[in-house]
């Protein structure tokens, strides 16, 4: 049992900034991946970024640069900070969890999303 939950969503005009956040609870593994993925209409699920127990981070093209993903384990949380913000980042994002029991056993976990605008 599982539970994400995202914030930190809202209208911002472009080359502005937004901070999301992404709090779980419930069972959560010894070795994690920590992650943000977007939808925009229309579209199919873009996976963003994410990070490792050590803070090892790896971004998609479209926001290398310009996005920041960041982890406190200590209270499961994480965050993407977005930075130089365009139209084409409008989408929902939602936040991931991905338990790794072995390498052969990982479970994805999902959050509800929040909708980020970007529009002047």
């Known amino acids: 049992q599982v539970q994400l939950v995202e914030s930190g969503g809202g209208l911002v005009q472009p080359g502005g900034s937004l901070r999301l956040s992404c709090a779980a609870s419930?069972?959560?593994?010894?070795?994690?991946?920590m992650g943000w993925y977007r939808q925009a209409p229309g579209k199919e699920r873009e996976w963003v970024a994410h990070?490792?127990?050590?803070?090892?981070?790896s971004y998609a093209d479209s926001v290398k640069g310009r996005f920041t993903i960041s982890r406190d384990n200590a209270n499961n949380t994480w965050y993407l900070q977005m930075n130089s913000l365009k139209p084409e980042d409008t989408a929902v994002y939602l936040c991931?969890?991905?338990?790794?029991?072995?390498?052969?056993?990982?479970?994805?976990?999902w959050g509800q999303g929040t909708q980020v605008t970007v529009s002047s």
């Open positions: 991931s969890l991905n338990n790794i029991w072995s390498s052969s056993r990982q479970y994805e976990y």
């Open positions: 419930g069972s959560i593994s010894r070795l994690t991946i």
């Open positions: 990070t490792s127990n050590s803070g090892v981070t």
